[in-house]
T-cell receptor, first 113, second 114 residues
Framework: GESVGLHLPTLSVQEGDNSIINCAYS??????FIWYKQESGKGPQFIID?????DKRQGQRVTVLLNKTVKHLSLQIAATQPGDSAVYFC????????????FGKGTLLTVNP | ETGVTQSPTHLIKTRGQQVTLRCSSQ?????VSWYQQALGQGPQFIFQ???????GRGNFPPRFSGLQFPNYSSELNVNALELDDSALYLC?????????????FGPGTRLTVT
């Protein structure tokens, strides 16, 4: 069946360090992937997305890498700040034109000052 | 903030009761998706509405139903509430029809079933 999972449920980093959050997906037909950040008591916040015809996409302080060979997705956060502390979810669109996101369980990122 | 609003913020219901949750989509968005997020889990897709029609459904029983109105706001209805329905219910909107996949989430409604 379809599933999206994360290798690390928790990640603790020092302020200023770079963070890498990993995600594995199982549906090779997925054509679109998104990273969301969710702070306590709030809805998921869009961070960055990538289509399956790309390997890498960069945003402000964030980079998403997609390796379709091993079905792996990663989110890199440069110069991590305390405000980056949150749960991060990867999600994949496996519904084609019936756009349906399948989320992983999430990784809790804690940034220590 | 995304511009997607949900009401109410919190709700407590008794098992067997019915509940209606509401969502207003971001301006310019014609597609609304609903998700259920249990504590400590990722959101699970319930269903999606595009231009007032259901456009895909996840693995949820028929007692979960929805509506989308001409202004693209949406309702999620759950009948015969069960204890396991306790969760954060999220709605997300996007400009559908292949225009954009970016979904923007509201803050959610916390439903507690006792």
């Amino acid at each position: 069946g379809e599933s999206v999972g994360l290798h690390l449920p928790t990640l603790s980093v020092q302020e200023g360090d770079n963070s890498i959050i990993n995600c594995a997906y199982s549906n090779s037909a997925s054509d679109y992937f998104i990273w969301y950040k969710q702070e306590s008591g709030k809805g998921p916040q869009f961070i960055i997305d990538i289509r399956s015809n790309m390997d890498k996409r960069q945003g402000q302080r964030v980079t998403v890498l997609l390796n379709k060979t091993v079905k792996h997705l990663s989110l890199q956060i440069a110069a991590t700040q305390p405000g980056d502390s949150a749960v991060y979810f990867c999600a994949e669109n496996s519904g084609g034109s019936n756009y349906k996101l399948t989320f992983g369980k999430g990784t809790l990122l804690t940034v220590n000052p | 903030e995304t511009g997607v609003t949900q009401s109410p913020t919190h709700l407590i219901k008794t098992r067997g009761q019915q509940v209606t949750l509401r969502c207003s989509s971001q301006s310019g968005h014609n597609t609304v998706s609903w998700y259920q997020q249990a504590l400590g889990q990722g959101p699970q897709f319930i269903f999606q509405y595009y231009r007032e029609e259901e456009n895909g459904r996840g693995n949820f029983p028929p007692r979960f139903s929805g509506l989308q109105f001409p202004n693209y706001s949406s309702e999620l209805n759950v009948n015969a509430l069960e204890l396991d329905d306790s969760a954060l219910y999220l709605c997300a909107s996007n400009q559908g029809g292949g225009t954009s996949y970016e979904q923007y989430f509201g803050p959610g409604t916390r439903l507690t079933v006792t």
